[in-house]
């Protein structure tokens, strides 16, 4: 709606007012231009970032369960956990997609801030590329380190004695999966948000 | 040396001339623009990255340790082999460090190629940055998870009766310590390359 203002109302020289007059106040300019769609998607791929990386730990560490299994005594049985802190991949996993998170909810909110305000900031956005980049080997490395811990959980590993544990805990076994598939979900946001961020430095750069 | 030549001879206007003669034919040119730093470091981190993705897939391959282990008659004692393909996650990281080694070969001449004659494939050299990114978050992941595997082969897990292995195949594990550690190498060296790609972008939009 804002574009079709531009187009009704008198504008000489709209696109290129900001080339010749640089010293300009902002107070000067009430309407600015129309925001660019990469920024709205950028916008919402952080804040799925956020979602993601919120979802994946929450699964994670309720991934608590409680079974009656034998113990070494033959007949007793006895209660025993499965919790994700019982394995540092997990841990890890965990912290790592925690601070993803702070990062995905920290980012989106600047840059829906600079969406609606495209002249506050104008360059703290495209620095966040750098931290993208940073962030998807950290959160790629968690999807990959809790996804083979929990492949040996589900199948066991017979050369070295390894038993699966997944026909025991079935439920702690889901939410380690459900974790792990949200995780990679995270992580290829993560990779559309450097490609958008690349996409949107390509088109600056003049032909 | 090429730009003293350039400053001595006299070239009117030599930095925009590519600008106002686009149709000039290349015979034209007989001395290209001396080559940026920029690229020059691209094909030597493509080069690394070959590299290290060569050293990590040829020390992972090697990795294969025989004992003598007590079976479960127990007096007796029986040769035990421990190799890479017991894992799932090393198969991973053999087979996607594999890939990325082939991918930073083939890059690395194109790279190469591109330096000596810029003019060849101008456009080229720029879209490698996708596949950086996308072969970040698999290299990242099989480091992530050979590693996670790794540690339940070094320190074991009591919770779950995952005994540790590395007491036994000690040679075994420090191949596999040590190919995880190239990998890490090369994931620093894609998250580098990502970031000089990005600054080449930087530096070319007008200020």
């Known amino acids: 709606m804002a574009s ?11 696109t290129t007012s900001w080339e010749k007059e640089p010293a ?20 919402v791929l952080r804040f799925l970032l956020f979602a993601s990386a919120l979802v994946a730990v929450l699964v994670m560490v309720t991934s608590k ?21 019982h394995s540092p991949a997990f841990i890890y996993f965990v912290a790592a ?9 920290i980012t989106s909110l600047i840059s829906l801030f600079s969406l609606l305000r495209p002249r506050s900031c104008p360059k703290v956005v495209s620095h966040f590329v750098i931290f993208d980049v940073l962030f998807l080997g950290v959160v790629a490395a968690a999807t990959g380190t ?19 544990i997944c026909n025991v805990y079935g439920d702690f ?30 088109k600056k750069i003049p032909k």
């Open 4 to 14: 079709e203002n531009y187009k009704t109302a008198p504008q000489p020289e709209t």
């Open 97 to 105: 997609l925690s601070v993803v998170g702070f990062y995905g909810i």
């Open 173 to 202: 076994c889901r939410h380690i999966g459900a974790s792990v598939a949200v995780s990679l979900f995270a992580s290829v946001v993560l990779v559309l948000l450097v490609l958008f961020s690349i996409r949107s430095l390509t």
């Open 24 to 43: 300009r106040p902002p107070v000067a300019q009430p309407r600015p231009p129309p925001a660019s769609h990469l920024a709205l998607v950028d916008v």
């Open 146 to 164: 809790a996804g083979g811990v929990a492949y040996i959980g589900l199948k066991g590993n017979s050369h070295v004695g390894w038993r699966k």
């Open 65 to 85: 369960q409680t079974e009656i299994v034998p113990i070494p005594f033959y007949p007793f049985k006895a209660p025993a956990s499965a919790k994700f802190t």
